[in-house]
């Protein structure tokens, strides 16, 4: 009977799935699901001792600069299990919550303890910079002026983030300052905000989509570029 639950047990978390690049998270459609949605850094990761079902079950201390939606303790800790790997453990467990980085967390709390609400898309890397507060907007404007500052990062791995989370965002607003960074002349910049604004729904990228799949370069962005035109 012992054998087979823990053969049970691994059958449940050696399940996979096959998860879209986080580049790609759909940031609108996991917002509007998770009830808690807040972006911060995380000030502190220790190991969580009241979870010993876990082999690697961690606790994320986040300074929080922005909640979106919900409500959140102060100073809100996030339990979270990490597969070890950038991908996770066969699609499970992706996220590592490290000090000093920001990220974009979708939330739920299971018995009085926030839980990532999905464990490889529950949270995105984003850029440490913010828009400005915006009274009386939805959650959607804010986010949008929080990624978009984030086009001004000094950083580049940042200022792609920031382009890869508004096409995942979807909104139309968006578009104008997508075409500023294609019209700025950095090519891996420029593509991931033709493939942003193709997310968007946006056809005027096209002839520059003619462009670029042509060159036979079919790494990130182009190859997600591909697929949006499949789609």
Request: hydrophobic share 45%; proline share 6%.
């Amino acid at each position: 009977m012992l054998i087979g639950s823990v053969l049970s047990l691994i059958a449940v978390k050696l399940w996979c799935r096959l998860m879209p690049p986080r580049s790609m998270a759909d940031v609108r459609e996991l917002a509007e699901k998770a009830p808690i949605v807040f972006r911060g850094r995380v000030a502190q990761v220790r190991v969580a001792e009241h979870f010993r079902h876990a082999l690697d079950s961690r606790l994320a201390t986040i300074d929080v600069d922005r909640l979106y939606r919900g409500s959140l303790p102060e100073n809100p800790t996030i339990h979270f299990e990490y597969g070890g790997s950038p991908s996770g453990m066969m699609g499970h467990d992706c996220i590592d919550f490290q000090p000093d980085t920001y990220w974009l967390v979708f939330a739920v709390e299971k018995g009085g303890q926030l839980e990532l609400f999905d464990d490889c898309e529950g949270a995105l890397a984003i850029s440490p910079l913010l828009g400005p507060h915006l009274k009386d907007f939805d959650w959607r404007a804010q986010m949008e002026a929080d990624f978009l500052a984030g086009l001004n990062d000094v950083a580049a791995a940042n200022r792609i983030v920031s382009i890869q989370r508004l096409g995942g965002l979807k909104l139309p607003s968006s578009l104008n300052a997508l075409h500023r960074v294609i019209a700025r002349g950095d090519k891996n910049e420029a593509n991931w905000a033709v493939c942003s604004s193709l997310r968007i729904g946006d056809l005027s990228v096209l002839p520059r989509v003619k462009q670029i799949l042509p060159g036979g370069d079919m790494s990130s962005p182009e190859r997600q570029i591909a697929g949006q035109l499949e789609m």
